[in-house]
Structure formats: structure tokens, C-alpha cells
């Protein structure tokens, strides 16, 4: 079996309903949890809509972008509420607090605008964290979020079915995973050299 064919049949055994549930969960987790590279997993899930279920290109892309952008959502706000209940106690360590402040502050925009910059080169993890304990503002934050994800998911997808016209079946499987990796890479790489650069500045 090729590789891209063995990509693509990863998750064959979710169903199309699974496949949605797990996209909405993966990327509720990447906001409020850990790190879960949901780029490579909407590039996956989308594959797995079209090949083996025969959804139409817009359809499999809308559907994933929606619970995307709701699992970011939800993700981001559930780890304000729970960090902003800790904060308003007193339960969060003055530390991690301080550490937290100190970190924006090395960065070139230090209050909300930083979650679209985020989205380009991230520098700031948990950011529904941030947004509690630097007292950014909820409405505007999460409208940067949606923004943001907006943004880059509707050009991740339309590389996705680019790439999918472009070669037949099974390279474009490949090709396509290889490409958001090589993305992903990249865009880690510019958050850490650009957090490297205003220490050194600073």
C-alpha cells in the first residue's frame, strides 16, 4: 500500500461522523490543552472525506473549517474560565503569573493584536490563559481568535484542494501532508526566532 494511501485510511474506521467529532476535539484540545498540530489533521480529515466518502471538495472543507474554528472557539474560552476563576482567587502562583507577563512583554505588540501574530509565527501557547491573567479584553480576544483562524484555515484549505487538482489521488496525499509539515515547521521556527530576537533586544 502506498504511503498516501495508508494516510489517507488512518482514521477510515471514525466513520464521516468521527472524523468531525475528533476534528471539533483536536483542535478544542490544541487551544485549551496541548499543542496537537491540527493543521496535519485537517489536512488528514479532509482527505478522509473526500477519498472515502465521496463528500464534495467545498463540503468537506466548509465542514471541517466550521468545527475548526468552533473547537478554537470553545477552547480558548473554556481555559479563560478556568484561569480566570483560579486568578480571581488567588490560586494562580505569583510565578507563573509573572513569568507570564514577562514573556508578552518581550513581544512586539504586548495585548491582544498578539493572538493574529500568533497565528503566523506562535510565540504565545495557551493563549485563553493569557488572555485571563494579562486581563486582555474577552469580546476582542476571541474575535481575534476567530479572526485569525478564519484567515488561516480557509488558505490552508484552499492549498489542500489546490494541491488535490493538481496531482492525481495518491501524490497529492503526500505532496499535500509534506507541504502543511513543512508550513508548520516553519511557522514554529519564526515564533522561536522571533521570541530569541526580543530577548536579545531587551
Known sequence: MALGDWIRDAFAFLGPGGVLAAMFLIFLADAAIFPALPEVFIV???QQ??????WSSAAAAGSLLVLA???DLCGNAGMYGIMKWFHARGKVPKVLERAMKKWTSFLAVRDERIILVNRIAPAVPFTGAFIAICGWNLRRSLAYVLLGGVV???????LVVGLG????????RLV??????????ASVAAGWFRSRKREVQT
Open 44 to 46: 488528514l480529515f479532509y
Open 49 to 54: 472525506l473526500v477519498d472515502l466518502w465521496s
Open 69 to 71: 474554528l468552533a473547537g
Open 152 to 158: 488561516k484555515y480557509v488558505l490552508l484549505l484552499l
Open 165 to 172: 487538482l493538481a496531482f492525481e489521488p495518491g501524490a497529492a
Open 176 to 185: 499535500t501532508l509534506v507541504a502543511v509539515i513543512v508550513l508548520v515547521a
